[in-house]
């Protein structure tokens, strides 16, 4: 059974930071690119940053240009999203997604909420 579950979100102030987690099972993690994708509350959900299935290759959100990044640990089966400086747009839910040419397989998502 393919599980993707995240973990790491919560309420934190402007310009703090927060580590998001997606720990997997029941695929391939190294066969598969991995994503963050976040929706916000009457937004459509939006690709955030990814990652290649070796991790030699990463994206990015141009909003989160230069304060995420993303991560993975094959060995682990997880993969990671470090928020810095964050803003209260980047206020929403945060969803772990897995690809590779034939499946693609969603978490069931984690709150972020930046707010003083």
């Known amino acids: 059974q393919v599980q993707l579950a995240e973990s790491g979100g919560g309420l934190v102030q402007p310009g703090g930071s927060l580590r998001l987690s997606c720990a997997t099972s029941?695929?391939?993690?190294?066969?598969?690119?991995m994503s963050w994708y976040r929706q916000a509350p009457g937004k459509e959900r939006e690709l955030v940053a990814t990652?290649?299935?070796?991790?030699?290759?990463?994206s990015y959100a141009d909003s989160v240009k230069g304060r995420f990044t993303i991560s993975r640990d094959n060995a682990e089966r997880t993969v990671y999203l470090q928020m810095n400086s964050l803003k209260p747009e980047d206020t929403a839910v945060y969803y772990c997604?897995?690809?590779?040419?034939?499946?693609?397989?969603w978490g069931q998502g984690t709150q972020v909420t930046v707010s003083s």
């Open positions: 990652i290649a299935n070796t991790g030699a290759g990463t």
């Open positions: 029941g695929f391939t993690f190294s066969m598969h690119r």
């Open positions: 997604n897995a690809a590779n040419y034939y499946y693609v397989y």
